[in-house]
């Protein structure tokens, strides 16, 4: 059942946020793009190439300074959306805001970018310190090209790091100012949870890792993967027969094992079954398709007349049966009264 008498996010707030966050984007890719010596027909197949790529589970080459560009006309607006109804469930479980936050694979800043938005316009606050691990140099390029009105209230600590850097040495994260904490209130996962096959040690080692670095016994952990990539965990679905999907539903598999067996909760949802600001509320988002359009016309994608390559660009999925899967792992129980956040109880305190 949904629980509409609950949302803070109405349609007029959903409006405002899809207008905030398709000004925002425009600038930050225009700011990017005087920055790198682009070529369109680079962007064009960067573009074609990502979608595709996606689909089979596997990533694109973020080193190609291309990527980002095309990442961030098609994802970027709705992985900022995904985690800004993220940050309303947790905002209606009445978990306490975060202070403290580690952004794993950070890519383009969609995780900094909703705090930002989701703390000044739906419930504001003073400061919020990002610390953001990510191994593309081009991502956190883009990441760092920040549009005229950004968020004061937000700082963030970009880091050429990658998930394995923090397990061998958590030290690695303090930055040379040494202003930022060892612990973290929030750690996220956004689009970026590991899914090459690794071995069961190294499943332990990354909660292992979580836990160390979640403050207190609150700190809480979000993955937030698109619904293709761990469906097979929740259900039979029998068009999911690739290889690499197999493996990125194994390797949610084996977390959520370990978590149980270590003695964290576990809640699960699915962004559509909450909330209905991202239930079939598809805004064209205008100036994003108007920089798409133009950078991709009179490209080969669009000589070709291939697929998609003028369609506008969107504040969430077109495709109604796409949707996203968010887990949120904690040491404590965090969320019991909400019908549509399914928890798992761990079985065994280790
Ligand atoms: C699909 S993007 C998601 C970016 C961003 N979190 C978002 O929500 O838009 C995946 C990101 O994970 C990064 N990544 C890839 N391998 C990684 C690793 N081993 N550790 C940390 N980040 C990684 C990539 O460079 C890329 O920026």
Redo the contacts with the bound molecule.
């Keep these: 059942m949904r629980q509409d008498d609950s949302i803070i996010i109405d349609n007029q707030k959903y409006r405002e946020i899809c207008i905030f966050i398709d000004e925002y984007c425009s600038q930050k890719i225009a700011s990017y793009m005087t920055k790198i010596n682009y070529d369109r027909n680079e962007i064009a197949i960067s573009y074609a190439a990502i979608q595709k790529i996606f689909k089979n589970g596997k ?1 694109p080459d ?1 080193n190609n300074p291309s990527v980002p560009v095309a ?1 961030s006309l098609i ?2 607006p709705r ?1 900022i959306m995904a ?1 800004i109804s993220v940050l309303e469930i947790l905002s209606l479980a009445n978990i306490e805001t975060p202070k403290t936050v580690l ?6 800043d ?2 900094s970018i909703a705090l930002g938005i989701y703390f000044s316009m739906i419930k504001p606050i003073e400061k919020i310190r990002v610390t953001a ?4 140099l081009k ?1 956190i390029d883009m990441a760092k090209c920040k549009p005229k009105a950004n968020f004061q209230h937000i700082e963030v600590d970009h880091q050429l790091k ?3 850097d923090i397990m061998s040495n958590h030290q690695t994260l303090r930055s040379e100012q040494a202003r930022w904490e060892n612990t973290f209130d929030m750690i996220t996962f ?3 949870f ?1 899914h090459k096959s690794r071995e069961d040690k190294w499943w332990i080692d990354l909660l292992k890792t979580i836990k160390s670095l979640s403050s207190k016994q609150s700190g809480i952990c979000i993955i937030i993967e698109p619904q293709g990539k761990i469906n097979q965990l929740f259900e039979n679905d029998s068009e999911i027969g690739f290889e690499e999907k197999q493996r990125n539903a194994a390797a949610i598999a084996n977390l959520l094992e370990i978590c149980q067996k270590a003695g964290w909760h576990i809640a699960f949802t699915t962004l559509n079954s909450t909330l209905s600001c991202v239930d079939n509320k598809n805004l064209p988002l205008l100036n994003l398709t108007k920089i798409k359009r133009d950078l991709l016309a009179e490209t080969d994608l669009s000589r070709r007349n291939l697929p998609g390559w003028n369609l506008p660009s969107v504040s969430w999925n077109l495709d109604n049966k796409y949707d996203e899967i968010v887990l949120v792992l904690s040491r404590e129980k965090l969320i019991s009264d909400r019908q549509n956040f399914v928890i798992l109880r761990p079985e065994s305190e280790l």
Excluded at 103 to 108: A, E, F, K, Q
Excluded at 133 to 136: G, I
């Design positions: 990533d973020y990442y994802y970027l992985r985690m952004d794993i694979g950070s890519g383009t969609a995780v691990l990510e191994p593309s991502m990658d998930i394995d956004s689009a970026s590991p």
